[in-house]
């Protein structure tokens, strides 16, 4: 009888750490529908400033992406806020040498909205230089240069940490390059700030600022980690590809 009970409290224990392990385990059976598994940009616009520009936005959070008469002359751009998209054009021209500097304009949810975007006769250093977005007033960009054999994957997730303290974390991947950028804002505020560069390994994300630790995993669409920061405060992210 006495075996018979311990028997029991053992198969317990370990159905209950079984189940414990499940709901643990972050779910990584999200995929992105939309998200283009090969590059859109052209090798003709490698070191040009037309070609395919994209990124993430913090402020709510969200993705843009900029189209510079990469395959033809259409010029334009798409802004994703909160599960809101929209589609903005430029009026100005790509001339061949030079920097592309132009105001995309749209509607989001009704209300007009205008970026402007502005990149080097290279194809270097793209940024947003104002944007005016009624409900995002403080939204910021990060934007990187796709080229035909680098696709950028742009991730939208949170942190949180021991601290106590969340916000938002949102991420860009060009895994052909083994490197990755992200960028965080906390809960309640209105600045965004890096949240680390590094590097790709074994689809691990590396940060060279927390001593080469592996702050994250990719498994597939997903992004999912844990790790001690260096002040020793437990920092959890997760994310989940847009773009």
Known sequence: MKKLKFLAIVLAITFFSACKKDEDAPDNSYTCATCKTTPDALAANNSSSKGVYKGVVIGSTGTISFDIANNGTAITATLTLDGVTATLTSTVAWVSGQP???????????????????????????????????GHTSASFNIIKETSGGLVECFEGTYSTTLPETGTFNIILVRSLSTWLGVARKTGTTTSGSAGTGSISNNNLVDPSQNNKTIATITGDNINGSFADNNGKTVTLTGKRTL
């Not at 949810?109 to 009624?134: E, L, R, W």
């Open 100 to 134: 592309y500097v132009a105001a995309f304009t749209g509607t989001l949810s009704g209300q007009a909205v205008s970026i402007t975007f502005s990149v080097s006769a290279t194809g270097g250093t793209p940024v947003v230089t104002t944007s005016n977005i009624p």
